[in-house]
């Protein structure tokens, strides 16, 4: 009896530790659908003029699309001249909105030539304490005052670009396809626009393993006490369900189904955008993208392997006493 028990209280516990990594993996799922959809053009060459230009136009569209003009140098010392400390970080002068490279509520006016944001790791390195807005720091002979601390623990100083500096990256946020490619197209801006969208759909495909696997195991336990009719209209039934709850990005709808050369051009573009995406600079939100992704994939398949683990145990326990009992049988013959 308590062998019985215990074996039953391992089922259980694997099925609930399941349970607990799909709901941890679709929360992942669902941060990362809150998060706006945002491009990238890289290796473009625009002045303050063409910031200008972008922003006067933009203020007389009826348009969401944010947007923001950058550039990045890497390996920048930072220098604290008060407690003589001093840290290396990347340094991102940026046009436009804040918001849009780094998430969250990051405001620096347009003509504030002296105002920084730091991230909190920086801080921590510098000032000992994050916090540290009204303090100055000193950056390539240059006093900047904080203005406030970014998210993310990447070493990070966020500064307006002077007057005369060229940035060349461009990002822009709360668009479509067709409003990004219109906007670029506005501007005379060349350039293809880079997304990492493409994760949450990967993630929303890992996440259809753990039903579906659930659905094949209790398939096959249902065989011998349900009919053949009731168990594979339940399969069907629960497939029905699965697909039901799959949101199919937009890109991937063609005009006709029949229209073969739609699904090798629409690889052809995936393809490359994930290739420009995993080899170019990232933004803050970006990486907060992938570690979101990263988390809700071991949580994903984590789910899947504790679930099978759970009936296959239970399976094995299962045929163990089967045979128990069918030796028992035989010995009772004998005597």
Known sequence: MIRR????????????????????????YSQLRHYPNTHQVMDVS?????????????????????????GKTDGINVENPQFKRSFSVSMWKIRGNLD???????????????????????????????EVIGN??????????IRGILRGGIPVLAVRPGELEFTD?????GGTDAEVKSFLLRYGISGTAVHGMFLREILQLLLLLFPISLSICIFRNLRGI???????????????LILWLVEIPETMIPDKWSNFQFWKNWWEAAKSNVEAFLGREKTGMELEWIICFLKGTAWALSAVLLGQAAFRIKNLWNREAMEGKDEAAQETKIL
């Open 5 to 28: 028990w215990w074996k039953r209280s391992i089922c259980l516990l694997l099925t609930l530790a399941g349970i607990y990594s799909y709901y941890a993996g679709i929360s992942c």
């Open 46 to 70: 625009l002045s303050k003029a063409d910031y200008d230009h972008i922003r006067e136009t933009q203020a007389k569209e009826e348009s969401s699309l944010e947007y923001a003009l950058w």
């Open 100 to 130: 849009v490279v780094f998430g969250g509520f990051v405001k620096l006016q347009e003509q504030d030539a002296r105002g920084c944001y730091l991230d909190a790791k920086t801080a921590r390195e510098l000032f000992g304490s994050e």
């Open 136 to 145: 100055e720091i000193v950056c390539q002979g240059k006093r900047w005052t």
């Open 169 to 173: 990256c461009i990002t822009l946020q």
């Open 226 to 240: 349900c009919g053949e009719g009731i168990r594979w209209g339940l399969l069907l039934l629960f497939f029905f």
